[in-house]
């Protein structure tokens, strides 16, 4: 059973704050990696994609990718409170099939 | 370019109805999945079409069926709902390219809120 594990939260930072969500997987073989905002009653939003090992920016947003450990992360630089949302981590192994974690509530105080 | 739509956005239906959930996309995208979405369980996909003319099960397939048909629409059926079949339903399409360097990223249309009494 691929498994895709994230701590539910809620993770709460301050205005201008740096938010880190984490995620592990149990499929050595996964060969991409992704994150999904989702705000309160809308379907999920792709925000980044990761598929090597180290780090991708775009934007306030990095992706960090460590196959060895089986562990990814997104951090958030200066978050906003739009960023408020539920963060899911999603892993696809050798087929079209993307496995979503749970997600992570953040919450971004003013 | 309207990406992924979904009709309806709402349904209410009481148990040993029957509806089917369209979907449609002009991303021109072979790869289509219908997923739902509880509180506490996560995404979970129910069917996948890897391409027009096929259609696999995934995780939660037992009380639905699907038919693709065509390269842009791809319909989910609940032949005889039930309330365990109450939650929030979501199409996506998958930018296909298996090769080296490739993301296969999934776009979500908006959803469908199902409550079965």
């Known amino acids: 059973q691929k498994e895709v594990e994230q701590n539910s939260g809620p993770l709460s930072v301050p205005e201008g704050a740096i938010a880190s969500l984490n995620c592990t997987y149990s499929?050595?073989?996964?060969?991409?990696f992704f994150w999904y905002r989702q705000y309160s009653g809308k379907s999920p939003e792709l925000i980044m994609s990761i598929y090597s090992n180290g780090d991708k920016e775009d934007g306030r947003f990095t992706a960090q990718l460590n196959k060895a450990s089986q562990y990814v992360s997104l951090l958030i630089r200066d978050s906003q409170p739009s960023d408020s949302a539920t963060y899911l981590c999603?892993?696809?192994?050798?087929?079209?099939?993307?496995?979503f974690g749970k997600g992570t509530l953040l919450t971004v105080n003013p | 370019n309207a990406g992924v739509t979904q009709t309806p956005k709402f349904q209410v239906l009481k148990t040993g109805q029957s509806m089917t959930l369209q979907c449609a996309q002009d991303m021109n995208h072979n790869s289509m999945y219908w997923y739902r979405q509880d509180p506490g369980m996560g995404l979970r996909l129910i069917y996948y079409?890897?391409?027009?003319?096929?259609?696999d099960k995934g995780e939660v397939p037992n009380g639905y069926n699907v038919s693709r048909l065509n390269k842009r629409e791809f319909s989910l059926r609940l032949e005889s709902a039930a309330p365990s079949q109450t939650s929030v339903y979501f199409c996506a399409t998958g930018r296909d390219n298996l090769g080296l360097g490739s993301y296969n990223e999934q776009f979500f249309g908006p959803g469908t809120r199902l409550t079965v009494l």
């Open positions: 499929d050595r073989v996964s060969q991409s």
């Open positions: 079409s890897a391409s027009e003319g096929t259609t």
């Open positions: 999603a892993v696809r192994g050798s087929n079209y099939k993307l496995t």
